[in-house]
């Protein structure tokens, strides 16, 4: 068994590639089983060994892209404490805020390909609890969008503004319109330990969603 | 220490995702052109 520390090569970017990968299909999930877009845009396909629905928009595939690829490298050094789908009525305010909290070990204990294996198995039962979460929330109310949200420290942002130049993909300190939601419902879906990543799914829903 | 310095920050993109309505007419355009494909 070899140990390594978040400073040897490729660690912070294996989990970081494979973080992205799972929040890519997860955010895709989420706008389909929420119906935040047309159900005819999205189409079938096989990830982690379940079937699964992602968009064939080219422009809310790209924005999901750009998004995760902004985000990657908060991920790599450990600095994205939370990322956070929030959907919002048409006056742009959340309705439902889907948080994956991620925490890493400083420590990594890599023993065989067997580690990933595991891993694909707790991102499979994330998927599974989020392709279901519609059976547990209300309806959400005509005309929603949504949003990404980071929560993370300052200092990583501003390594972060290389990365938002050459993608053309600025971010912002979110108003807390966007942040806060009153009263809010929270629905904990899924909690996985392995030796690379620990993450916990919840949602948080507004108590009154229609307007 | 600067970690206490560093604050906590909640950040979000600039640019908004499509809205339903712009993939809503993407839909029908992309439904239209299968259509016309498939009788020509």
């Known amino acids: ?211 | 220490n600067s970690k206490d310095n560093d604050q906590k920050v909640v950040i979000m993109p600039c640019k908004s995702a499509p809205s339903y309505q712009r993939v809503q007419l993407w839909l029908q355009a992309k439904k239209e052109y299968d259509r016309s494909c498939k009788t020509t």
């Open chain 1, 1 to 211: 068994m070899t140990t390594l520390t978040r400073q040897d090569l490729n660690f912070g970017q294996v989990v970081a590639d494979i973080l992205c990968e799972f929040l890519e299909v997860a955010i895709h999930l989420i706008l389909y089983v929420r119906e935040v877009y047309p159900t005819g845009i999205f189409q079938k396909r096989k990830k982690y060994n379940v079937p699964v629905q992602m968009s064939c928009h080219p422009e809310l595939n790209q924005y999901i892209q750009d998004t995760l690829h902004c985000i990657k490298p908060l991920i790599e050094k450990n600095d994205a404490e939370k990322v956070v789908v929030v959907i919002m009525d048409k006056e742009h305010h959340p309705v439902e805020r889907f948080v994956f909290e991620i925490s890493q070990p400083p420590l990594l204990s890599v023993s065989s390909d067997a580690l990933l294996s595991h891993v694909e198995q707790l991102l499979r039962a994330f998927i599974l609890k989020i392709s279901v979460c519609d059976a547990i929330l209300d309806n959400n109310p005509p005309g929603c969008t949504f949003t990404m949200l980071v929560h993370t420290r300052e200092a990583a942002t501003r390594n972060m503004e290389k990365i938002q130049v050459i993608k053309d993909f600025p971010w912002i300190v979110a108003d807390e319109q966007e942040v806060q939601m009153r009263e809010p419902r929270l629905i904990p879906l899924k909690t996985m330990t392995s030796d690379i990543v620990k993450m916990q799914l919840y949602v948080e829903e507004r108590a009154q969603k229609m307007p």
